[in-house]
């Protein structure tokens, strides 16, 4: 990662100020670039980090990692060549065929995934497919419903990054696989708004390989001091194309040997 080089500490948190703000009204706000650059990585994670420790700090309890910006072809139009990652928290979880309030998630967009859900830590030793692949528990079908709190998805690099990645909820099916069950890069995905075919896409979309992009978020977080640890959720990144969504629709997500997952959009949350 760089160094931070221009944002200072005030700008910092004038960033993380502004994506509260707009995460507490509801009011979609403007970028966040303008306080810490475009591509600056360690003030965009400085921001997340600042962010996560007032909901922590808040009652808020973490329960795993989202990895982002897997795709090759998101990542060429944020002018990126990485991923990235954000934190998931206990208010963000959902098992399938839940509801979730439109309003709960700003601007929300959805995205079917294959989660791994941790057996053992992955703080030591070389962190590599191997390992990964030993220290996860079981892997199911999962909807991320994101959100970004910059007002129309206007984001850079560091915009998502310090947007906790554009976090927002997150669906887990119910049939369980073990990596001895499944492939992960195998894996054929289609998902449907109301019935309407609106993404297909495979394993192979994230990172080349699901199981590497646990790899890639693995070392990144240990080298942060931050390692995953048993029982963690890792939502490994999408499987084909992010699709808005609005109340009213009903979206499921078909995974070849995992399943189906799905959620229902409501009416936001009555006042």
Not at 90 to 116: C, K, L, N
Not at 150 to 170: K, L
Request: glycine share 10%.
């Amino acid at each position: 990662m760089t160094q931070t080089s221009i944002s200072s500490d005030a700008a910092i948190a004038a960033a993380a100020d502004r994506l509260a703000g707009a995460a507490e009204s509801g009011v979609p706000c403007a970028p966040v670039r303008d306080l810490i650059g475009r591509d600056d990585v360690a003030a965009a994670y400085a921001v997340q980090q600042l962010l996560t420790s007032r909901r922590l700090a808040g009652g808020a309890r973490v329960v795993g990692r989202k990895i982002g910006l897997t795709s090759p072809a998101v990542q060429q139009q944020l002018g990126v060549d990485r991923p990235d990652f954000g934190v998931l928290f206990d208010d963000m979880a959902h098992v399938g065929g839940d509801t979730i309030p439109v309003d709960r998630v700003s601007q929300p967009r959805i995205e079917a995934e294959i989660a791994f859900v941790l057996g053992a830590d992955l703080a030591d030793g070389s962190l590599d497919a191997t390992q990964v692949r030993d220290a996860t528990a079981y892997v199911v079908a999962a909807l991320e419903v994101c959100g970004s709190r910059i007002e129309g998805w206007d984001i850079s690099f560091a915009d998502t990054v310090a947007d906790n990645a554009s976090a927002g909820a997150f669906v887990l099916g119910p049939e369980r696989r073990t990596l001895a069950q499944v492939t992960p890069v195998e894996v054929q995905m289609s998902m449907t708004i109301d019935g309407e075919l609106v993404s297909t896409g495979n394993g192979a979309a994230c990172l080349g390989d699901p199981v590497e992009a646990v790899v890639w978020l693995a070392r990144t977080a240990a080298e942060l001091g931050q390692p995953l640890r048993a029982g963690d959720v890792v939502l490994s990144g999408a499987l084909g194309p992010m699709r808005p969504v609005v109340a009213g629709n009903h979206v499921t997500a078909e995974l070849t040997g995992l399943g189906a997952v799905s959620v229902t959009i409501s009416e936001g949350a009555q006042a």
